[in-house]
Structures are given as structure tokens and as C-alpha cells.
């Protein structure tokens, strides 16, 4: 039976396919890679390996199952000092999110208890999935504003659930949890990394004026009239604001005396405790239950305002609050619900997603623990898809809150329960009290709480220092919100980031290198080869006190910021380094190289000046100079170019066919020379595979024959340790020719040590070709391997090995032609 390889090779000769062949090590490397045990041929990736990368194993998948459950990696160290910790904060938190739960259902235009039954169900499953301590998922301002819109909305086409609002909160609710749990159980978390931070902070300022500037003419009583809504365009209510500033009523003394109160209060904490840090955390708890204190002191002074009123109170008041869950049943989904706000789901679900997880990640780097952003999607699906079987509408992780938990020393994901049962408390035993809560106050509870979400300036200031074309993205967004919607300005700041990192992407070029010499400086002493201090920096002048140099390779122009009295060198007449900047894909892959070429054909000549002996046999787009000017023959011919790869990470064909067509341009344009190409720092074998199959990695045959003089300069590196099997066997075997390396010669330990320092200049490895020197001798007794494959001598390690390769050639082909024979079975050099 014919193996899968044969198959394969038939099914590739039917259809007509030319199969890629393995090249035998023979242009030039074969002394060192036939007369030693330590070469190395690199081998190409393959379809089955990145199938099988891919491909889960059973290991694999069970942890998948287990990750899907985070709490079991930690429940089994529970002990009592977490406990209280948990205590602690589970308790602070439900102090806080009773008030704000019923305050945010009022932006949801749905009854206050449907705040409470989602905070319910989103302390208690979270602990269950998550991986942050410190998030606590419920009703949120941002969230309960886009939930309030799409009730809206969604009513006026369904007229029939006017008096049920919260079966499109609920049936949203599942929808959005649905995608959001697909997303996070298929492991695709990342994709939150696409809404950059500018609109992150855009989206939050906004839609906290949003949220603010609709709660205050509930807060002050107002009526507007006829036509006029809180739901109307942010710069629409407030000029509707001061329009009807007349209706306003006693509500405003219960909303602007509690919104006050609250200031005071976080002022004089926050005053205290840098007074008297002995006693901050005290301070911490008492302005964290200040919105606590507030409405109960608020909902005292209305009981006995309007405990004789109960019928026509003097303010607007929250009246009757069921006690339990009196709304627990099956959701009502169907396509008629779903089709009244299906334009509304990705905002609904961005929304849901963006503050969660940036939330959470923020946090844990503070605290110093990792999140999974695809494991809290999980979280926030499972919440939101059983939280409407008791009513809940859709929640997410609050900001506010999250940053009170953390304050207050929580310990695990275990506080959330301790809220839970706060929060079933105060469902069952305080439905009479909550009769009496001012909605005015509670409207002021909103607007401090989401004054916390505006960026501040300094924020704005760090912003501008760092990119400030994304300052003008924020204000962008921001001004989107105030004079349209929320959802239109987040599409509005995550569409204009795109676009700019595309039109980035699009008109990017790399940048030409050259060299310049450097060496260490440590205070005012000069670092040496070995790293000893070899005199004071200025002082050195003689062969025998030199500090050790390196090549740096900078941006010729110094593009990069740096000093621009350092001279930087070319790194050899028409020799080329280009460094990609930005990757090397389809986007920016003409850009890119049509920069390249620019500047090679700018800076260089061709091969051949006189290769048009008539004007009309010159091509239309290579007209040549004009009349009287000549091409200038001081300028080199191309010889080569390096191409540095440290910014790749991988290819497509596009980006490789662009490449192939450069080449035979500038092999056209060196014509009969041919341009070698010299790829230095990849960092990806599939990146490999793909210049291989374009040719790229070993020299192009040349028209002269010279191909077979290639002198490959390849880089080495010891194997083994000191304790390693091969440092036993090669201290044996020192020990056995210690005389033979007493007698070596002066000239064979210069070659080992320059081998050792492995940055030999590109003069003395021309040098070494030349001699004939073999730099890996049997007198070595280190054993050395090369670093990467003898198969694609033009891959190479770093810049300096690329450098010495190209120039060792061109030297080579030089000295050839003017008549000097070169050993065509010289070895190759060692980087």
C-alpha cells in the first residue's frame, strides 16, 4: 500500500505540480557541514505539525473543561482570614449596591426591584467562573441607559409590553449574554484588544454626561413638556433643562441637598484620612457607605414628610416595592422581540464587554494576578443568560464597585455570595422602607456615581503626550455622544481608531540602516571584551588598551531620535540594511518596498550605463537624465541588500510575490549582475518556509558562473554546560591533547579566539576566506554548532553576521574578476 508521501507525490505530478526539493548542502558549506558531526540542516515546517499544533490532545481538553471553573484552583485553600476579608468586603459591597442597583433600574426604565434581582444574580454566579477577585458584576449607569433606550425603542414598535418593560429588558438580556458566552466558551476573549483605550475613555465621559444630564431634571423635579424627553440627545436635555428650569418642584431640595451632602462627605473622608493615616481605612468605610447613609437619611426625612401623605406625597417618591421575587419566571424570547432591537446588539454587547474587561484587567494588574478575558466573557454570558429567569435585566462589572471591593481588602471571588445575601435581605425585609426613598435622591446617587467616569484632565494630558491624534479621537467620541447617541459614538471612536492603524499600516516604509561603532561607557571608564574596566573613557590610544567595539546599526537620516553628530556610516558601497517597521504584510507591502526601491535606485547606478546605446530603446518609465546631464558614475553599483526581519512576524503571499517582483526588478537593474539578498533576525519558521519557497535564503545562480564561489558566513555557538555529558567528554579529550595544544601555533589560537568572540569584522572574515583558514579546526576541542541551518546560508542571525556575509562575497566576486583565484573549496567563515 502507498505511503501518504506517494500519494501525495502522484496527486502533485497529475495536477501538474512542481514538488520542492530538499537542496543538498553544496554551495560552498560543505567542508564544514561534510567534515564535521556538529552541523546542522534546518528543517521547513510542515502541514502536519501545524495541524497537530492545533490540534487538541487529551490533556488539552480537560484542561479546557477545568478552566471553564476557575474557583476549583483556590476554594481548597479557603481559610478564616480570607473569610473575613470577604466578610468585609461582601458587606461593604452590598451596602452600596442596594441604592445604586434601584437607581439604575430607574435609568432602565424598568421598576426599581428589577435593579435589585440583577444585582442579586450577578454577585452570586460570578464567584462561580471568575478570575478576578475584585469585579463585581450588576446593573451599571452605562449599561442601564443602553438597556432604558433599546425599552424604548423596542415598546414603540411593540406596543403590547408597554406595561411589561422588562420582557425586552429580559429577552435583551439573554440575547447579548448568549453572543457574549459563545464568544468567551470558544475562547476568543482577545478580541476586546481591538477597542483601543482613547475609546474606552471617550465612550465612558460621554456617556457619563449622557446618563448625568437625563438624571437632572429628575432630580430637580422638572416636567417637560409634550414631545421632550431625558432620552433625547444629550445636548437636547440640557437645553430642555434650563427651558423648563420653572416646573421644577420640591424634589430639587431632596436631589440637590443629597447630591451635595454626597460631595461633602467623600471630601471630609478623603480630607481625614490625609490628616490622620493612622486611621484611614476607618475614613475609606465611612465614605463608602455614604450613599448608604444618604438615602436612608433621606428616606427618614420623607417618611416624615409624607407618612400622613402617603397617597399624594409632597415629592416624587419610589411608592410600592414587591417583596421577594414576585417576577420569577421563564423569559418570553421570540423573533418579534428580537427584531425590535436587533440593531441595537452590538452596541448592547460592546457595552457589555469593554468596561467589564477593561475593569478587570486594570485590577489585576494592580493587585498583581492575571485575568482571562475569554473566561470573565464566560462570567458575563452565564450571568446574563440566567439573571432574567428571575428578572434581572442586563449587568456588567461596575467600575464603582469594583474599586470599593478592592479598597476594602477582599480576599477571593467568595465575597460575591456574602453580597448576594446582603442584597436577598434587603429584597425580603426592607420593601417597606424603600417605599418611602426620594427618586430625587436617588437620581443624585446616579449623577456622583457616574462622575467617577469622566476622564479627568491630567488623564487627558498623559493621553496628548503619548499620541495625541488620539486626544482628537476622544473628543471626537465625546462629542458624538453629547449630540447624537451613546451607541453612535462608541462605532464612532472604535471606526476612526481602525481606520487610522489601517491608513498606518497602508503608507508605512521601513527604514535604511548604517553603522556606526560603539562601545560601554560606565560612569567614566571604558567596559572591555571580557567586561573589565580598561581606563578612563578618552584615554585610550594604544592597540593593547582599546576597548572592545560592537556594530550598531542605526537609521541613516536618525530617524529614530538619535544623536545626530554621530556619524553613521554606510555599511558598504552598494550594500543596503532595510528594517521593516510595522511587519511585512498585504496592507503596507507596496509601500514599503516602493521606498526601497526609491532609495536603492536614489543612491546607486546601474551596472551597465551604456545598456541603451539609443535614447528610443530607453522603457517610458526610465526615460533616464535630462539632456546634458549624465548618470553619475562616482555612484556604486547594487550589490546587495539585508533585509532586517526583527519586526515580522509573519508573511502572506502578497508580501512575498511583492518581494519576488522586487528582486527581478533589481536584478534587471543590475543586469548581468545579479543582487543578493541577505534576510537577518527571523524569528518564525513558517516565515522561513514561505521566502524559501520564493527563492530567498541561498544565492541566485549567476550568469557567470561564480555561484559555486559562494563563501557562506555562518554563526556558532557552543552547546552543553559545565556540567553537561559533553563538558565531561571534551575535558577527556582536553586532557589527552594538552601537548598538541601547547604546540599549536600563535596564528591557529588567534582564528579559535576570534571564533569565541564571534564578532569578527567583515574585513578579517574576508580575510579568513581568502587564506583559505578554516575557523572550525579538529584542534577546537569546544564542540560548536551552527545556530541556524548550512542549507539557507543567507538567513542569518543578526545584522553583523548578515554585514560580514555580504561584504565577504562581494569582495570575493571582486578579486575574481580582476583576476584573483579564489579556493573554490574554501570553508566558510564563522560569524
Known sequence: MPSRTETGHKLAKFLGIKLETKDDVTRGESVFSNHTADSFI???????????????????????????????????????????????AGITIGAVVVPQGMAYAKLANLPVQYGLYSSFMGVLIYWFFATSKDITIGPVAVMSTVTGNVVTKSIAALPEYEDQPWVIASALAIIAGAIVFFIGIIRLGRIVELIPLVSLAAFMTGSAINIAAGQVPTMLGEKFGTGYSTRDSTYLVIINIFRFLPTAKLDAAMGLTALTMLYLIRFGCNQAAKRYPQKQKLFFFLSTLRTAFVILLYTMISWLVNMHHREKPKFSILSDVPRGFTHASVPIVNTRIIESFVSDLPASVIVLLIEHVAISKSFGRVNNYVINPSQEMVAIGVTNLLAPFLGGYPSTGSFSRTAIKSKAGVRTPLAGVITAVVVLLAIYALPAVFFYIPSASLSAVIIHAVGDLITPPQTLYKFWRVSPVEVLIFFIGVFVTIFSSIENGIYCTIAISFAIYVFRLLVDHGRFLGRVQVHSVLGDHVIGGNNSVVGEYGTFNGAGDSPATRNAFLP??????????????????????????????????TSTLDYLTTYVFKNTRRTQMDSYPRKGDRPWNDPGPKKGQHEDPNLPTLKAII??????????????????????????????????????????????????????????ERPDGLHHRWQPIFSVAEIGGSSSAAAAAEHEANEKEANFRASSSEAQRNDLDAIERGAASSSSASASIDKGHNPVTHQNTRRRVAVHGLNRPLFHIDLTSALQSAIANVEARAKHADGTVTNPNAPPAAA
Open 42 to 88: 534546518e528543517e521547513e515546517p510542515t502541514t502536519a505539525e501545524w495541524l497537530s499544533e492545533i490540534t487538541p490532545s487529551g490533556k488539552d481538553i480537560a484542561h479546557y473543561f477545568r478552566s471553564l471553573f476557575p474557583f476549583l484552583d483556590w476554594i481548597g485553600f479557603y481559610n478564616l482570614q480570607w473569610l473575613i476579608g470577604d466578610l468585609v
Open 556 to 589: 541613516i537620516q536618525h530617524e529614530d531620535g538619535s544623536n545626530s553628530q554621530v556619524e553613521i556610516a554606510s555599511p558598504y558601497p552598494g550594500i543596503f540594511i532595510y528594517r521593516f517597521s510595522e511587519g511585512f504584510n498585504y496592507p503596507n507591502a
Open 643 to 700: 533585509l532586517d526581519f526583527s519586526s515580522v512576524t509573519n508573511v502572506d503571499v502578497t508580501s512575498v510575490q511583492h518581494l519576488i517582483d522586487i528582486r527581478n526588478q533589481l536584478d534587471r537593474y543590475t543586469a548581468p549582475d545579479v543582487v543578493d539578498w541577505h534576510v537577518a533576525c527571523i524569528s518564525n519558521r513558517w516565515t522561513k518556509r514561505a521566502l524559501v519557497s520564493a527563492g530567498f535564503g541561498f544565492p541566485t
